[in-house]
């Protein structure tokens, strides 16, 4: 620990230099992008009858509690569109392990690289959260998978009992991972502050959406984006800073003060001691 501590010391006290963490964080966010607007397109775009505050039938899935609301989600047996919300379900819940391996990398790189540069031991620690998300998550998808399978023929999986965890672990840390950006963000100037705090600010509807799913669940994907829209424009001008003007985003070196010249002063006149000549 000593030496870990001694490492994180020698991080703070290095010269400002571009980190290539910003560029890891665009290339992941990009792929977010681009394949989460992919999957959403995958998993299935209306319900039967689930109510209107979860916002998409994939959320009303995750914080489902009983029977009751799978049929809600899916139909029942009569429903023609059932099977076809199954397979859809199904479908993007095997691929949404893609999409949490690239938003893990994307946070974890995001926080890495404000830490770079704004060298705040917290951050470097709340790189982690991400991660636990992602974990969170792949065991959720697990138990959902399961849940599935065991509501399509027409059985009940206990696995219903321990979803409610994973699920609010996940948005949790999620939050946690967008407020460790915000406190990034508002350190690298003003304007940045102002950025970072509408970060923080919008976590809050997370809480709601936790507690109360069935009318809040809707907020989460502004709760969530929020934060990741703001990592990826910043790594975006980060990124163009270290590749074309060799700059970090911030650069808290200030200049050593110029030394002022100090007026010659004229020498003191001797005293002379005696008679004048």
């Known amino acids: 620990m000593t030496a870990f501590a001694a490492w994180l010391d020698a991080q703070r006290l290095r010269p ?3 980190t290539r963490w910003w560029i890891a964080t665009l290339l992941f966010g990009i792929g977010v992008l681009l394949f ?12 039967y009858a689930m109510k209107a505050g979860y916002g998409a039938p994939v959320l009303a899935f995750e914080f489902a509690r009983g029977q009751a609301d799978l049929v809600a989600i899916f139909g029942p047996d ?7 919300r199954l397979a859809a379900m199904r479908s993007g819940n095997e691929q949404d392990y893609i999409y949490m391996l690239l938003y893990a990398g994307f946070l974890t790189s995001g926080v890495l690289a404000l830490w770079r540069e704004t060298r705040l031991r917290p951050l470097f620690v709340a790189a982690a959260l991400p991660v636990l998300a ?7 998808n697990w138990l959902l998978l399961d849940i599935q ?10 696995m219903m009992a321990s979803l409610p965890y994973p699920v609010a672990a996940k948005f949790l840390l999620l939050a946690l991972t967008n407020v460790a950006i915000g406190i990034g963000l508002a350190q690298i100037g003003r ?15 997370t809480l709601m959406a936790v507690v109360a799913p069935e009318n809040f669940g809707w907020t989460l994907l502004a709760a969530t984006g929020g934060g990741w829209v703001a990592l990826l424009g910043t790594a975006a001008i980060a990124s163009w800073r270290a590749l074309v ?3 970090p985003l911030v ?3 200030m200049a050593a003060p110029r030394a002022q010249p100090v007026a010659a002063q004229a020498a003191p006149a001797r005293k002379l001691f005696g008679r004048r000549r």
Do not use: N
């Not at 989460?36 to 319900?47: D, E, H, I, N, Y």
């Not at 009569?78 to 076809?84: F, G, Y």
């Open 16 to 18: 400002a230099a571009p």
């Open 36 to 47: 989460g607007s992919l999957l959403g397109g995958v998993f299935p775009q209306s319900a």
């Open 78 to 84: 009569s429903d023609p569109m059932q099977v076809a």
């Open 134 to 140: 992602a974990l969170c998550d792949a065991y959720e």
């Open 149 to 158: 399978a065991a509501y399509t023929v027409g059985d009940y999986s206990p």
């Open 191 to 205: 304007w940045w502050a102002l950025v970072g705090t509408l970060v923080i600010v919008a976590c809050i509807p």
């Open 245 to 247: 003007h060799k700059r």
């Open 251 to 253: 650069d808290f070196e």
